[in-house]
């Protein structure tokens, strides 16, 4: 007797989505709201929000069938310095995205305009026993699978929650330097920045973001946070975050940049993740009762296990050239060292109040599927081997002398080579994910590389006598 789980993902998918009360609530809401249109919306290798956009009066069709995109979008439609299309060349098969129908949301900005998230997989009239696979180059649906297999094993879940630091900039927004003082907090600079932070707030409450707390950190950067959360969900808030920042940039003609490094004389825009495993609804990185700042085992070996893999994950938590200008600037609170502390931010991990660790290595521009995939490899490698973090660092963990702790990739280059050697980290995105990212990444080190730069102009243009 063949059951649910025997199908392929794609008819089991399909399945889930024949939930009448479930598709008749979706319904409801489009009727409400004046919903006319949907986005059909995944993530790219890179984290680039992809899909497309169909009648609203096509759901029934669209639940049941999805919609089919070239699977050489999940690279971006790149090619490499060859004129090579990757992902799988021109001649690639189309892939099935199948909406999540619990990820409808109606954008705040258009209520004509709905949303779902989708999952991929490949198309069912694909020849052989690859029909109806999940896609191997889906990282959110990659997340889902690792996380759930996480769970299944350990009895444990991931919640996070993210910071996202972003540059604004455009009239009105530039910053008013004072010599030797920081405008980090100021609430003056704040106000500034109201028009932005006030319709950031708003649409991410309208779109399930529990926002709690903002400030401004650096000339043009914010940082504005919501409530933690199961790490998919987390995932998922982090895109639609930066979807909401990119459509209040066009409403208030400025510019939002998520660059990592966006000057020598700023910050870099850091996305800090900090994160707790629960037991149902027990926090099991800190003892009940207990005030100061203290781990238990299985704490201790999460993060034994994260500073194992810290080196490997660097590509996937810097993941572009630029990435590594933040890294090269310690004293602006970004990590150089695999290393832990008691709520020491010059650390890679710090233990924080409440059991939480905060991951310092991800940038602006991280893929959250994939940060959370390897996050979630490596802490359960170091729960199964109970890995010993050793002791706690103390004071600046910066300078080599001061830190013992293995010296993070201090280029994309070092930081691909780190990853591809280390199978923990490229298991938990599986042979196609893995193959795809390290393409991506080598070809655009290959490329700057190559490339020119105003550096070079300013240092060696007049030179040569």
Same mark, same amino acid.
């Given at each position: 007797? +063949?059951?649910?789980? /025997?199908?392929?993902?794609?008819?089991?998918?399909?399945?889930?989505?024949?939930?009448?009360?479930?598709?008749?609530?979706?319904?409801?809401?489009? !009727?409400?709201?004046?919903?006319?249109?949907? %986005?059909?919306?995944?993530?790219?290798?890179?984290?680039?929000?992809?899909?497309?956009?169909?009648?609203?009066?096509?759901?029934?069709?669209?639940?049941?069938?999805? =919609?089919? $995109?070239?699977? +050489?979008?999940?690279?971006?439609?790149?090619? /490499?310095?060859?004129?090579?299309?990757?992902?799988?060349?021109?001649?690639?098969?189309?892939?099935?995205?199948?909406?999540?129908?619990?990820?409808? !949301?109606?954008?705040?900005?258009? +209520?004509?305009?709905?949303?779902? &998230?989708?999952?991929?997989?490949?198309? @069912?009239?694909?020849?052989?026993?690859?029909?109806?696979?999940?896609?191997?180059?889906?990282?959110?649906?990659?997340?889902?699978?690792?996380?759930?297999?996480?769970?299944?094993?350990?009895?444990?879940?991931?919640?996070?929650?993210?910071?996202?630091?972003?540059?604004?900039?455009?009239?009105?927004?530039?910053? *008013?330097?004072?010599?030797?003082?920081?405008?980090?907090?100021?609430? /003056?600079?704040?106000? *500034?920045?109201?028009?932005?932070?006030?319709?950031?707030?708003?649409?991410?409450?309208?779109?399930?973001?529990?926002?709690?707390?903002?400030?401004?950190?650096?000339?043009?950067?914010?940082?504005?946070?919501? $409530?933690?959360?199961?790490?998919?969900?987390?995932?998922?808030?982090?895109?639609?975050?930066?979807?909401?920042?990119?459509?209040?940039?066009?409403?208030?003609?400025?510019?939002?940049?998520?660059?990592?490094?966006?000057?020598?004389?700023?910050?870099?825009?850091?996305?800090?993740?900090?994160?707790?495993?629960?037991?149902?609804?027990?926090?099991?990185?800190?003892?009940?009762?207990?005030?100061?700042?203290?781990?238990?085992?299985?704490?201790?070996?999460?993060?034994?296990?994260?500073?194992?893999?810290?080196?490997?994950? +660097?590509?996937?938590?810097?993941?572009?050239?630029?990435? %590594?200008?933040?890294?090269?600037?310690?004293?602006?609170?970004?990590?150089?060292?695999?290393?832990?502390?008691?709520?020491?931010?010059?650390?890679?991990?710090?233990?924080?109040?409440?059991?939480?660790?905060?991951?310092?290595?991800?940038?602006?521009? =991280?893929?959250?599927?994939?940060?959370?995939?390897?996050?979630?490899?490596?802490?359960?490698?170091?729960?199964?081997?109970?890995?010993?973090?050793?002791?706690?660092?103390?004071?600046?963990?910066?300078?080599?002398? !001061?830190?013992?702790?293995?010296?993070?990739? $201090?280029?994309?280059?070092?930081?691909?080579?780190?990853?591809? @050697?280390?199978?923990?980290?490229?298991?938990?995105?599986?042979?196609?994910?893995?193959?795809? &990212?390290?393409?991506?990444?080598?070809?655009?080190?290959?490329?700057?590389?190559?490339?020119?730069?105003?550096?070079?102009?300013?240092?060696?243009?007049?030179?040569?006598?």
């Amino acid at each position: 007797m +063949t059951t649910v789980r /025997d199908l392929p993902e794609l008819d089991q998918h399909r399945e889930r989505n024949t939930d009448e009360a479930a598709v008749e609530a979706v319904r409801t809401r489009m !009727a409400e709201s004046g919903v006319e249109y949907v %986005y059909y919306q995944t993530v790219t290798v890179t984290g680039r929000v992809i899909g497309k956009v169909v009648p609203a009066r096509h759901l029934a069709r669209n639940v049941e069938h999805g =919609v089919q $995109m070239h699977r +050489t979008v999940l690279a971006d439609l790149q090619t /490499d310095r060859h004129g090579t299309l990757l992902g799988g060349g021109c001649g690639a098969a189309e892939f099935t995205a199948m909406p999540d129908l619990d990820t409808f !949301a109606v954008l705040p900005w258009d +209520t004509r305009m709905g949303r779902f &998230f989708c999952r991929l997989y490949e198309s @069912a009239h694909t020849a052989g026993d690859i029909g109806g696979r999940a896609l191997g180059t889906d990282a959110r649906g990659n997340l889902h699978q690792v996380h759930a297999a996480f769970t299944e094993r350990t009895g444990l879940e991931l919640r996070t929650g993210c910071e996202p630091e972003l540059s604004w900039s455009g009239p009105g927004l530039e910053p *008013r330097p004072r010599p030797h003082t920081s405008p980090a907090y100021h609430v /003056d600079h704040l106000e *500034r920045y109201r028009p932005i932070y006030q319709k950031v707030i708003a649409y991410g409450q309208a779109l399930g973001l529990d926002m709690i707390e903002g400030d401004y950190e650096d000339p043009g950067q914010l940082e504005l946070n919501w $409530m933690y959360d199961h790490a998919d969900r987390t995932a998922d808030r982090l895109v639609v975050h930066r979807q909401i920042c990119r459509q209040v940039a066009r409403e208030l003609g400025v510019t939002v940049s998520f660059m990592p490094k966006p000057a020598n004389d700023r910050k870099g825009n850091g996305c800090h993740h900090n994160l707790s495993l629960w037991r149902g609804e027990e926090n099991v990185l800190a003892d009940p009762g207990t005030r100061q700042l203290h781990l238990t085992d299985i704490g201790r070996h999460a993060i034994g296990g994260i500073l194992a893999h810290t080196t490997a994950m +660097t590509a996937v938590m810097g993941p572009t050239v630029n990435s %590594y200008k933040r890294y090269w600037h310690a004293s602006q609170f970004a990590p150089t060292h695999a290393n832990w502390g008691m709520d020491n931010k010059t650390c890679s991990v710090r233990l924080s109040a409440n059991g939480r660790l905060e991951f310092k290595l991800p940038d602006a521009m =991280v893929n959250p599927y994939l940060s959370h995939a390897v996050l979630l490899a490596a802490i359960e490698d170091g729960i199964k081997n109970r890995t010993d973090p050793g002791p706690a660092h103390e004071g600046a963990g910066y300078a080599e002398a !001061a830190s013992p702790a293995a010296a993070l990739p $201090m280029t994309l280059g070092e930081a691909v080579a780190e990853f591809v @050697a280390d199978p923990v980290v490229t298991g938990a995105l599986g042979p196609e994910l893995t193959d795809l &990212f390290q393409v991506l990444k080598a070809d655009e080190w290959a490329r700057f590389c190559g490339s020119v730069t105003d550096w070079e102009h300013a240092m060696y243009a007049e030179e040569g006598c």
